[in-house]
Nanobody
Framework: QVQLVESGGGLVQPGGSLRLSCAAS????????MGWSRQAPGKQRAFVAR???????YYSGSVKGRFTISRDNAKDTVYLQMNNLSPEDTAVYYC????????WGQGTQVTVSS
């Protein structure tokens, strides 16, 4: 059974930075893709960023230029460096990863507030 465990969320002031991590366990197969989505209060879950096993990355327009996704294939871990955060980035951030099956983590809260 694959498990994804996120960490690194918290409270940060506008303009600040956070780094999220997501570690996978229970699988000996590297994932084709790993990524992040987020769900703000009262909104649907939305794509944030994705990176494939070759290192190609993709971002939503709202975070491009501020967020950077990276992964350590040997550790089945994906990271999300978030800079210049704004209150609009407040959400629960979910890690996902997969090949033919997509797996989700439980989420980590990010709150941007002064």
């Amino acid at each position: 059974q694959v498990q994804l465990v996120e960490s690194g969320g918290g409270l940060v002031q506008p303009g600040g930075s956070l780094r999220l991590s997501c570690a996978a366990s229970g699988s000996t197969t590297s994932f084709d893709y790993m990524g992040w989505s987020r769900q703000a209060p009262g909104k649907q879950r939305a794509f944030v960023a994705r990176i494939n096993s070759s290192g190609n990355s993709y971002y939503s327009g709202s975070v491009k230029g501020r967020f950077t996704i990276s992964r350590d294939n040997a550790k089945d871990t994906v990271y999300l460096q978030m800079n210049n955060l704004s209150p609009e980035d407040t959400a629960v951030y979910y890690c996902n990863a997969g090949n033919s099956i997509n797996y989700w983590g439980q989420g980590t809260q990010v709150t941007v507030s002064s």
